[in-house]
């Protein structure tokens, strides 16, 4: 994770000690300057140590190393960088208002961006001990419906519990309780089908071996319905090629003894009464370079009627527009991976920004897109982006 981006956190964690040192501290005292640079120094050699994992985290017996230095970068460096772009953008508006206000020319300075970056250090600090605690350890249900002509009759009220990015690996001893309500949650709505979108791990089959008895106990009336996420293809080990397709099978192997029904680029018949729909399942369809791109929609629903009602799994939302709606055939699309971003403040999402499909339902035509924000993450971290467990209702227009 640090490696990929290696000169982008050193920077992070130089460039304000650098600005502040040649503004205020260069010609003071030698302990001075070398008690303003220890936080710098420090976090650089954490750093570099981090850089070189091999994995793209460390294994759980050692997350809490990154997970440390996470928390260090949020209560020291942000904060820093918080004030400094306030202060910068004080400068900024001091300057404009004496350029173009004669009256204050003879009037002392003031940096009113000073105190904007004082008053907002202490809601980063509320945000991040929020996020990493009570926010990461709570999860919501909530329930919505899709709605369509096409919808076999006896489907209609068909009832489905959506979860994904269960990122079982970020559940350690003092949080292990969450996942095991979250799967009492889903069990407590007596569902037709349970669908998870994909993101089981965090990196490895090892992270779901704790867990293996708790995610056995989900039950469904026709079944678990799962797809692979970008993460459980072990693509983010530092080890041979060999050695991830050792793991990938392993993953593979630990779901289907969980009882599940894998779907990597196949599809199922879902009978009830004398209807039925498909049920299929592609597998990641990410960008190619940071995310798996393995999903063949042809391949998926090769044994698909075009007639027929299709319910597609697919764990990255971005292959929607890319590969399924061009298909034409899949009317519902079920996703995941997007996370909500794990922020959202004031009912907004930076992720908004994008353009993407990143949370919610999306339509274009008669087919329609599902994004879940996801139940857990890579990063134990959630504000206002709560996770979810999706109670999804087919309705018969």
Known sequence: MIARNVFLFLLLNILPFLYYYLRNFRHMALWKQVLWWLP???????????????????????????????????????????????????????????????????????????????????VIWFILLWGAFPGFNKFEVNHTEYVSAELPEAFDGYQIVVFSDAHVGSYQKRNTNVLQEAIDSINAQHPDMIIFAGDLLNIQPADLYPHMNTLSRLKAKDGIFSVLGNHDYAEYLGCSDAIKAANCKETISLEKQLGWTLLNNESQILTRDKDHIVVAGMENDGDGKHFPQKGDIKKTLAQAPDSDFILLIEHDPSSWRRKIVPDGRAQLTISGHTHAMQFNIFGWCPMSLLGKEFWGWYEEGRQKLFVSAGLGGLIPFRFGATGEIVILTLKKK
């Open 40 to 122: 710098s120094i420090a976090m650089v050699i954490y750093t570099i140590y981090l850089a070189m994992e091999p994995n793209f985290i460390p294994n759980n017996d050692r997350i809490y190393i990154l997970y440390t230095y996470l928390m260090l970068l949020g209560l020291v460096i942000v904060p820093i960088w918080v004030f400094l772009l306030s202060s910068l953008a004080g400068r900024g508006c001091s300057a404009l208002v004496r350029k173009y206000n004669v009256k204050r020319q003879s009037k002392p300075r003031r940096n009113y961006g000073n105190f904007v970056g004082i008053l907002l250090i202490p």
